[in-house]
């Protein structure tokens, strides 16, 4: 039989009604059979996640002040969601002994997990599925990463494919067997784990959104979703600041082969993001990129020198002087007689005047000065490397919207084109590119405004 694992977020599981959706969306599809939830996350924009309220809760009983306030409202949440489910799993006597064990001083990582261990209960008894403890499978090595017997004890505690089994995400033991958590956002791991321990056919998940945007919707209005987008173009994207779906979580799936896809919660029908090795065939003909996407905050040190090209070991020089200081470069255009450096502006920090002096000192350049403030854009596609006209497209977009490029990058791997652009012309520039390339993008559905 065919299996898939669903991951459900904290904005999926937030209240009772959320998870009445849940619960559809699971008994909907037999082949659904492996479930990963996260914490209850907020129901409205400005609550905190129970996450975040249990990182409180920890801190404060460490400098031993009352953490009663807190706690309240995790108590609250939970107890809310298992009374109007109708449910009993015994969460007042879960949550008292969770108190006392705060009391007495636990660690940082088993108070963070607590949210998705007692969400995993719940859900568990609203699925009458059978609850799988993280804790005894997946082994989170000291950095960060899964250690490979993960796979083996979580499939073996798994196996059953008749049976619904829910673990919760975001935690795991270390190598000694101690409570250790993901970093943040962590459940996405987890659920891309069971996929792969499972070897399932399908790794969906669920969010409040419709899947991965072409743009920012904090910069873009009601950006339309994309069908499909390549691991790679993910990682393009991502490093470029779009969110939905956690870096990490991409490793474990994709080495085996096992396709993601990003799902609403709160619109099931909708088709949602498909994360692929390689394009569907249609998908790849009839459209020109996946998205765009945008980050503030990066320097770039400019440099001439006439000749340079010729001076063997100038580059090298150039950018030893950065790693030196443990400053990472993100790109670095050059021309004949110049090259620039662009780094994360707060990564350069208070060392600009140092960098500005031993450049002066080992290379000695004609002219060298830090640009501050530069923005910068990736328009990210696979076909870009085949298609023609697409940098005109690009360039064309940001003339007509008067926007003054400042630096063009096209990626070694021909996925990208990076241009960089002022402070004031970030968002209009990021606005003009979408709309050049909406029409041809890879949308699942019309965008609505
Ligand atoms: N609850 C954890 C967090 O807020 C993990 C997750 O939701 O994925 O980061």
Sequence with gaps: MTRIVCKFGGTSLADANQLR????????????????????????????????????????????????????TIRERFLGIESELGLDVGMNDILDEFRAQLQQGVSRDFVA???????????AALLEAEFVDPAKCVVIRANGSVDPQTYQRL????ADESRTYVMPGFYGSDTHGNLKTFSRGGSDISGAIAARAAM???????????????????????PA?????????????????????HDEAILPVREVGIPICIKNTN???????????????????????????????????????????????????????????????EHCPSSIDGINVIVD????????????????????????????????????????????????????????????VRVINQGASELNIIVGVGPDDFE??????????????????????
């Design 345 to 404: 502006a707060a990564a350069l920090g208070e060392q600009s005047d140092g960098v500005i002096d031993e450049i002066n000192r080992v290379l000695q350049p004609d002219r060298v000065e830090i640009e501050e403030d530069l923005a910068l854009i990736a328009i990210v596609g696979e076909g870009m490397a085949r298609s023609v006209g697409i940098a005109a497209k690009v360039f064309a977009a940001l003339r007509d919207a008067r926007v003054n």
């Design 225 to 245: 979703p994309m069908i499909e987008v390549t691991y790679r173009e993910i990682r393009e994207l991502s490093y470029m600041g779009a969110s939905v779906f």
């Design 21 to 72: 959706k849940v619960e559809a969306i699971v008994r909907g599809d037999a082949r659904r059979r492996i479930v990963v939830p996260s914490a209850p996350g907020k129901r409205t924009k400005n609550e905190p996640k129970i996450t975040d309220l249990l990182y409180l809760c920890h801190e404060m009983a460490e400098m031993q002040t009352d953490f009663s306030s807190p706690f309240s």
């Design 428 to 449: 209009r520039a990021s606005r003009a590119l979408y709309s050049a390339f909406i029409s041809s993008g890879r949308v699942s559905e019309a965008p609505t405004a």
């Design 155 to 158: 499939g073996e505690a798994m």
């Design 113 to 123: 997990s607590r949210g998705e261990c007692f969400n995993g209960r719940i859900v």
């Design 200 to 222: 399932a056919d399908l790794y969906e998940n669920w969010t409040d959104v419709s899947g991965m945007l072409m743009a920012d919707p904090r910069i873009v209005p009601n």
């Design 267 to 329: 619109d099931p029908a909708a088709p949602g993001t498909s994360i692929v090795t390689r394009l569907s065939p249609e998908v790849d003909k009839s459209t020109e990129i996946a998205g765009i996407a945008g980050k503030r905050g990066f320097s770039m040190v400019c440099l001439d020198k006439s000749l340079m090209n010729k001076e063997v070991g100038f580059a090298y020089r150039l950018l030893g002087i950065f790693e030196r200081r443990g400053i990472s470069v």
